[in-house]
């Protein structure tokens, strides 16, 4: 039988308080007042004692949890400490549905809002089919890159609230070569992703420009409604359009034709630099592309990280 929704999430509240060293022998009281806070719908102790009751003993759920109750401590823990609901295998029905789901944003993954993720679904559709396939860990057979931990992610839904009310905003910034962060005011244009970091593109009131600044390196951070917000005036859509990564330049976008020795021009091809990327020629041995961006430090470093195997035709004055 499907799954109550609101249900299964008070079952993974209770699981975590259980597994929690800071919570250890959890009340009822406890349990509720964890449950009202998360969720902030309370619930009775019936509701509660009956989840208990459900996580123990329900087929249907199949968690079969070891709950147990200590009457030294006034609370509840699991008699296996290393058991946890989430590493209960899942679900057919539930799988059923991830991968409805999965399918759905496979199929419409050519659409302009999702194609900064069609790697990520592509990732998972592919984990989800190859795993229910397998009989074994499937760890034994795939290894996915591991994901690289993205610091600053907290300052995203506040810096697009700023975005979009047009709101001055106050942080506190470590820049690589201060020890000692800087407050600013800052007003809020666009945010920018690049090699799994996050910048905002906004004007700094300390020096009087437009910038970027990494979220990684934002200390603190608080809206300041009410004062007076600098409109932006420029296309944010061709901020970063003709840009290999976020170094800004005040040069014009020109004409860049690279010439890539095999095996690199295969890699190349299959996998372009920009998105202005146009092949100009191919043979065996090479092939030579053309780019129209600015010239920056992301271009730069690229171009150096190939060595031998590129060869810079235009312009002849690129810095290497």
């Known amino acids: 039988m499907p799954l109550n929704k609101s249900a299964y ?16 022998y959890p009340s009822s009281d406890r349990l509720l007042s964890e449950i009202k806070r998360i969720t ?3 619930i009775s102790k019936e509701t509660l004692q009956k989840d208990i009751h459900q996580m123990k003993n329900s087929a249907d759920l199949g968690f079969y949890a070891p709950i147990g109750y200590s009457r030294a401590h006034r609370g509840y823990y699991y008699k296996d400490p290393d058991y946890s609901i989430s590493s209960m295998p899942i679900q057919a029905e ?13 199929q419409r993954s050519g659409l302009p809002f999702l194609h900064r993720f069609e790697n990520f679904i592509e990732k998972i559709f592919t984990y989800s089919k190859l795993h229910s396939s397998l009989d074994r860990n499937l760890s034994d057979y795939v290894q996915f890159e591991k994901p690289t931990p993205v610091e600053g992610l907290q300052w995203i839904e506040p810096l697009v609230d700023a975005v979009q009310l047009r709101e001055v905003v106050y942080i506190q910034y470590y820049s690589y070569q201060r020890q000692s962060p800087s407050e600013r005011m800052i007003h809020p244009y666009l ?9 905002v593109y906004a004007f700094d009131e300390l020096s009087d420009e437009n910038r970027l600044f990494g979220l990684d390196r934002i200390r603190s951070l608080s809206a300041k409604p009410g004062r007076t917000f600098r409109y932006f005036t420029g296309n944010r859509q061709e901020l970063f359009r003709h840009m290999i990564g976020v170094s800004m330049t005040d040069n014009d976008p020109q004409e860049i034709i690279l010439k890539f020795c095999a095996p690199q021009s295969e890699y190349i091809l299959s996998k372009p630099i920009h998105e202005s990327q146009e ?9 030579t592309i053309r ?3 600015r010239i920056n430090y992301e271009l730069q470093s690229l171009v150096r990280g190939y060595g031998t195997d590129v060869e810079v035709l235009k312009p002849q004055s690129f810095p290497l």
Do not use: G, H
């Open 9 to 24: 999430i008070r079952y993974q509240i209770i699981d975590e308080c259980l597994r929690k060293a800071s919570m250890r």
């Open 40 to 42: 902030d719908q309370p």
């Open 94 to 106: 539930e799988k059923e549905s991830v991968e409805f789901v999965l399918t759905l944003l496979k």
């Open 191 to 199: 945010l920018k992703e690049y090699d799994n970091r996050w910048y």
């Open 279 to 287: 092949v100009i020629s191919r043979d065996r041995n090479s092939v």
């Open 291 to 293: 780019l129209f961006v």
